[in-house]
C-alpha cells in the first residue's frame, strides 16, 4: 500500500517543523515508531501517528504552534500530542527521553529531504529495526511488529551487524528473531 498523497502531505509538513526547529535549535527532531516504519517501507505498514524524540519540547512545541497545530482537545482521542487541523487523520506525539535510552549511535542517523525548507530525520535503520524487536518482545501477540522488524531487516544496505545485535539485545529481544542472517 502506498503512502496516500493525503499522508505525504501531512509528511511534507512535520518536515517543514523540523527544519525550522532543526535551525532554531542546532539539533534535529527524530521520526521514531510506526511512522518511521511506514515511510522507510513505502506504506507497507501504515501508521497515522507521528512520533518524535525532540531534545527540547517546549522549542518543539512553539515550532508546532506556528504552524497551525493544536494541543490534542478532539472527542474520543487521548488528551496528550497534537493535531493539525488541515490533516485530522494524523496525530503528533512526542516521546519523552533521549532517543533509544541514549543508546542510538546519532552520527548514523538518516536525514531525508523531502524540499528545500522540509526534512527529516531518522534513527539509524538498525535502531529502527531493534525497536520493532523490543517492541515485538512487549507483545508476542501482535507480531505485526516482528513482521515490520523483518522487512525492515530485508531491506536495509549496508547494515553493520554488530551494532544491530548489540541494539537488538538492548531493546530486550534477539537478533535471531529476524530468520536468516543477512548477507552482504
Known amino acids: 500500500m502506498p503512502l496516500s498523497p493525503e499522508y505525504l502531505a501531512a509528511l511534507e509538513l512535520l518536515g517543514r517543523v523540523c527544519e525550522k526547529y532543526r535551525i532554531q535549535t542546532g ?14 517501507t ?7 501517528d507521528f512520533d518524535l524524540v525532540v531534545a527540547s519540547d517546549d522549542a518543539f512545541e512553539a515550532v508546532l504552534f506556528a504552524h497551525g497545530f493544536r494541543r490534542e482537545d478532539r472527542a474520543g482521542r487521548l488528551r496528550f500530542g497534537y493535531y493539525h487541523p488541515d490533516h485530522l487523520a494524523f496525530g503528533w506525539q512526542l516521546v519523552t ?5 541514549g543508546r542510538t549511535d546519532k552520527t548514523r542517523a538518516i536525514r531525508f529531504e523531502i524540499t528545500d525548507e522540509s526534512a527529516v530525520t531518522f534513527p539509524p535503520f538498525e ?14 501477540v501482535d507480531t505485526s511488529r516482528l513482521d515490520q522488524a523483518r522487512l525492515l531487516f530485508q531491506m536495509a544496505k ?9 541494539r537488538v539485545a538492548d531493546e530486550g529481544s534477539n537478533a535471531a528473531n529476524l530468520g536468516a542472517r543477512k548477507q552482504d
Open 97 to 101: 527521553g533521549p532517543l533509544f535510552e
Open 27 to 40: 539539533a534535529p527532531a527524530y521520526l521514531v515508531g510506526g511512522a518511521a516504519v511506514a515511510i522507510m
Open 127 to 140: 535502531d529502527l529495526i531493534a525497536d520493532r524487536l523490543g517492541q515485538y518482545e512487549a507483545n508476542k
Open 158 to 166: 549496508n547494515i553493520d551487524m554488530d551494532y544491530l545485535i548489540r
Open 42 to 48: 513505502a506504506g507497507a505498514f501504515p501508521s497515522f
